[in-house]
């Protein structure tokens, strides 16, 4: 028996080092990773859940399907295929123009 | 059956099929040039051994012998994998391919299938998205082509395995679509019950037509599109633009020798045996055939496995056969024939399928 | 079920490893391949939350068709390893301590509500198969089904028109 909190732990922890990630890194396609790598703690919170509504849903309440979770993660999947292909093809678009993938050299429209 | 004997079962069979794919895998190479030799008019190897039967074993001494290049500006980390993910990768889809019923050998009995089990009440289980997990493992063998070209830091290689791994994930789609009209006659995404839901005949209006119940005859449109994003995704005639010889000097293993070039080598191959193994499970009633009765009781316990081998022989003999008489396509034919062509005919079966199915009940 | 502990600690060990190993490698290759390696290990923690057709998905998707496109384009576009800006350094001095404030807070929070929020097991009950997902998929969340599947659409138009050459 796994307690939950420690999947919400490692979910919190991977989620914590996504947004570091997303602070710290320079590159712009670092930076996208760290995104993904926040997606995917989040779905790991999703199918913890989903498991524990499985065996611990109070009877008599119909308001949770307890495989709502991992129908979720499907979704969160999807929006995040998609988001890393509009990305992507902007980064590629930047890139032809000022031929680098740093981000702090892409500042053309600050003061 | 405890825990003990499992393992110890599981690991018997993990190394008696090892053993028998790389010794099939270094045959089919033999076979191949045979073949080839044969269409093209021409002997092939004749010289090592009765009908050249040895040259399998001079080819792999040639490989241990040969020195082992590492080119100065490859990203060496990177080099040393890829032809390593590429050859687990292909070694990994072996464990849920079922070869055959149970066998029962000195009182126990154990599934012909790696990861197969028999509960305590005697029924065979394997995993259920069986299927799903080759398609996975397939998914992350596109690594191993796309690391190999980028490490090799030569621009033969990077064009090659850029052009690879885009074919490969483009027909992945078409070979996964192909297959879910498979999933709707049977019901289940695991290997074994897509077997065990072939069994007997097709039954039309109440006659028993003494058809087998093999969905080769309701998706024969599904397994055209099946076996054409097969070769795709195996880099083989008709499709092998990324590796041939008169194009990119060898593509995306241009600057790999000995070893790591048979390991490639050999990770093509096992992906054929593959991709042959899942035709004949999924189209053609995997291991049911006619029934032998005049063979000992041992022998009737291996005949199904005999009827399996027959069939991925015959779909081997498939590839090499094609290799031989087609021409290659052209890279932008290739990609505008599984986008254009083979991606909506896939559609087209599933919705097709879907109708039918649920038309019938 | 000392085994289910044991086999969680060790996925997760790689799971961490792989998220640090993405910060710290200077190379967006290196830190690409070590996100499949993250991606690859939570597919193994799903198996293990008996989801199997979540971690299947997770696999040919995630790290089978989503990370082969970062990686594709890390290739494409040859960038080398990265260097070091002076935006990064103070991000990094106030960053890193606040994370670690943020994540062991919430980590202190759960371990303290211990008790109260129970476990979860392996489950021999069918919970996860892929016919209950279809289910539920396609029959009470058929309008986010679709509407997802517009959004693809959507997506592939943009990345056509952002991909191509102006000439």
């Given at each position: 028996?796994?307690?939950?909190?420690?999947?919400?732990?490692?979910?919190?922890?991977?989620?914590?080092?996504?947004?570091?990630?997303?602070?710290?890194?320079?590159?712009?396609?670092t930076?996208?990773?760290?995104?993904?790598?926040?997606?995917?703690?989040?779905?790991?919170?999703?199918?913890?859940?989903?498991?524990?509504?499985?065996?611990?849903?109070?009877?008599?309440?119909?308001?949770?399907?307890p495989?709502?979770?991992?129908?979720?993660?499907f979704?969160?999947?999807?929006?995040?295929?998609?988001?890393?292909?509009?990305?992507?093809?902007i980064?590629?678009?930047?890139?032809?123009?000022?031929?680098t993938?740093?981000?702090?050299?892409?500042?053309?429209?600050?003061? | 059956?405890?825990?003990k004997?499992?393992?110890?079962?599981?690991?018997?069979?993990?190394?008696?099929?090892?053993?028998?794919?790389?010794?099939?895998?270094?045959?089919?190479?033999?076979?191949?040039?045979?073949?080839?030799?044969r269409i093209?008019?021409?002997?092939?190897?004749?010289?090592?051994?009765?009908?050249?039967?040895?040259?399998?074993?001079?080819?792999?001494?040639?490989?241990?012998?040969?020195?082992?290049?590492?080119?100065?500006?490859?990203?060496?980390?990177?080099?040393?994998?890829?032809?390593?993910?590429?050859?687990?990768?292909?070694?990994?889809?072996?464990?849920?391919?079922?070869?055959?019923?149970?066998?029962?050998?000195?009182?126990?009995?154990?599934?012909?299938?790696?990861?197969?089990?028999?509960?305590?009440?005697g029924?065979?289980?394997?995993?259920?998205?069986?299927?799903?997990?080759?398609?996975?493992?397939?998914?992350?063998?596109?690594?191993?082509?796309?690391?190999?070209?980028?490490?090799?830091?030569?621009?033969?290689?990077?064009?090659?395995?850029?052009?690879a791994?885009?074919?490969?994930?483009?027909?992945?789609l078409?070979?996964?679509?192909?297959?879910?009209?498979?999933?709707?006659?049977?019901?289940?995404?695991?290997?074994?019950?897509?077997?065990?839901?072939?069994?007997?005949?097709?039954?039309?209006?109440?006659?028993?037509?003494?058809?087998?119940?093999?969905?080769?005859?309701?998706?024969?449109?599904?397994?055209?599109?099946?076996?054409?994003?097969?070769?795709?995704?195996?880099?083989?005639?008709?499709?092998?633009m990324?590796?041939?010889?008169?194009?990119?000097?060898?593509?995306?293993?241009t600057?790999?020798?000995?070893?790591?070039?048979?390991?490639?080598?050999?990770?093509?191959?096992?992906?054929?045996?593959?991709?042959?193994?899942?035709?004949?499970?999924?189209?053609?009633?995997?291991?049911?055939?006619?029934?032998?009765?005049?063979?000992?009781?041992?022998?009737?316990?291996?005949?199904?496995?005999?009827?399996?081998?027959l069939?991925?022989?015959?779909?081997?003999?498939?590839?090499?056969?094609i290799?031989?008489?087609?021409?290659?396509?052209?890279?932008?034919?290739?990609?505008?024939?599984?986008?254009?062509?083979?991606?909506?005919?896939?559609?087209?079966?599933?919705?097709?399928?879907?109708?039918?199915v649920?038309?019938?009940? | 079920?000392?085994?289910?502990?044991?086999?969680?600690?060790?996925f997760?060990?790689?799971?961490?490893?792989?998220?640090?190993?993405?910060?710290?490698?200077?190379?967006?290759?290196?830190?690409?391949?070590?996100?499949?390696?993250?991606?690859?290990?939570?597919?193994?923690?799903?198996?293990?939350?008996?989801?199997?057709?979540?971690?299947?998905?997770?696999?040919?998707?995630?790290?089978?068709?989503?990370?082969?496109?970062?990686?594709?384009v890390?290739?494409?576009?040859?960038?080398?390893?990265?260097?070091?800006?002076?935006?990064?350094?103070?991000a990094?001095?106030?960053?890193?301590?606040?994370?670690?404030?943020?994540?062991?807070?919430?980590?202190?929070?759960?371990?303290h509500?211990?008790?109260?929020?129970?476990?979860?097991?392996?489950s021999?009950?069918?919970?996860?198969?892929?016919?209950?997902?279809?289910?539920?998929?396609?029959k009470?969340?058929?309008?986010?089904?679709?509407?997802?599947?517009?959004?693809?659409?959507?997506?592939?138009?943009?990345a056509?028109?952002?991909?191509?050459?102006?000439?």
């Amino acid at each position: 028996m796994v307690p939950l909190s420690w999947y919400l732990i490692l979910s919190a922890v991977l989620f914590s080092l996504g947004v570091l990630g997303f602070l710290l890194k320079r590159n712009i396609i670092t930076i996208f990773m760290s995104i993904e790598l926040m997606l995917n703690a989040v779905n790991l919170s999703f199918v913890a859940f989903a498991n524990f509504w499985n065996t611990h849903l109070p009877p008599g309440q119909t308001s949770i399907i307890p495989l709502s979770g991992q129908v979720f993660v499907f979704f969160v999947m999807v929006v995040a295929a998609a988001e890393a292909a509009v990305g992507l093809a902007i980064i590629i678009a930047v890139f032809r123009t000022r031929e680098t993938l740093n981000v702090d050299r892409v500042n053309l429209l600050k003061l | 059956m405890d825990t003990k004997t499992f393992i110890i079962a599981a690991v018997i069979k993990i190394a008696l099929v090892v053993f028998i794919m790389l010794t099939g895998v270094a045959y089919t190479t033999w076979l191949e040039r045979k073949v080839i030799g044969r269409i093209q008019n021409r002997w092939g190897p004749t010289r090592v051994g009765p009908f050249g039967l040895l040259q399998p074993l001079a080819d792999g001494i040639k490989f241990i012998l040969k020195e082992d290049l590492l080119p100065d500006y490859v990203h060496k980390g990177l080099f040393i994998l890829a032809p390593m993910l590429a050859l687990v990768m292909s070694l990994i889809s072996i464990a849920v391919i079922p070869f055959g019923e149970t066998i029962t050998i000195a009182g126990h009995t154990t599934a012909l299938q790696i990861s197969g089990m028999i509960s305590s009440k005697g029924a065979i289980s394997d995993i259920n998205i069986g299927l799903l997990i080759i398609l996975g493992v397939t998914s992350i063998g596109v690594y191993g082509v796309a690391l190999a070209g980028w490490s090799s830091n030569s621009k033969y290689s990077l064009l090659g395995s850029l052009r690879a791994s885009a074919q490969m994930i483009s027909y992945e789609l078409s070979l996964g679509l192909s297959l879910v009209g498979i999933l709707l006659l049977s019901g289940s995404l695991s290997l074994r019950e897509i077997v065990f839901s072939q069994s007997g005949h097709w039954i039309v209006g109440g006659h028993d037509t003494h058809i087998p119940h093999w969905f080769i005859f309701p998706q024969i449109v599904g397994f055209f599109i099946y076996l054409l994003a097969a070769y795709a995704e195996t880099n083989r005639i008709p499709f092998d633009m990324p590796e041939a010889e008169t194009e990119l000097v060898a593509g995306y293993h241009t600057e790999y020798s000995s070893m790591k070039f048979a390991m490639f080598f050999m990770a093509e191959y096992v992906n054929m045996f593959t991709v042959a193994c899942l035709a004949s499970l999924l189209f053609f009633g995997g291991w049911h055939g006619p029934h032998l009765a005049f063979l000992p009781p041992l022998g009737q316990a291996l005949l199904p496995v005999l009827w399996f081998a027959l069939k991925v022989f015959f779909f081997i003999f498939l590839y090499i056969w094609i290799r031989g008489t087609l021409p290659r396509f052209r890279y932008d034919q290739l990609m505008a024939f599984g986008w254009k062509f083979l991606l909506p005919l896939a559609i087209a079966n599933i919705i097709i399928t879907s109708f039918i199915v649920a038309w019938r009940g | 079920m000392i085994i289910h502990q044991v086999l969680f600690i060790v996925f997760g060990f790689i799971c961490v490893a792989g998220a640090v190993n993405l910060l710290v490698q200077r190379h967006p290759i290196n830190s690409a391949l070590s996100l499949v390696v993250v991606m690859a290990s939570l597919a193994l923690i799903y198996l293990l939350l008996g989801a199997e057709f979540v971690a299947a998905i997770q696999v040919i998707v995630y790290a089978g068709a989503i990370m082969v496109l970062f990686v594709f384009v890390i290739m494409l576009l040859n960038a080398g390893a990265e260097e070091r800006t002076r935006g990064s350094s103070v991000a990094l001095f106030v960053g890193v301590p606040g994370m670690i404030v943020l994540a062991g807070t919430v980590g202190w929070l759960l371990v303290h509500s211990g008790g109260q929020l129970g476990g979860v097991t392996i489950s021999s009950s069918s919970f996860g198969e892929t016919h209950q997902i279809a289910r539920l998929l396609f029959k009470d969340f058929l309008l986010p089904f679709e509407i997802t599947s517009v959004l693809i659409l959507i997506a592939i138009m943009g990345a056509v028109v952002l991909g191509k050459r102006e000439n």
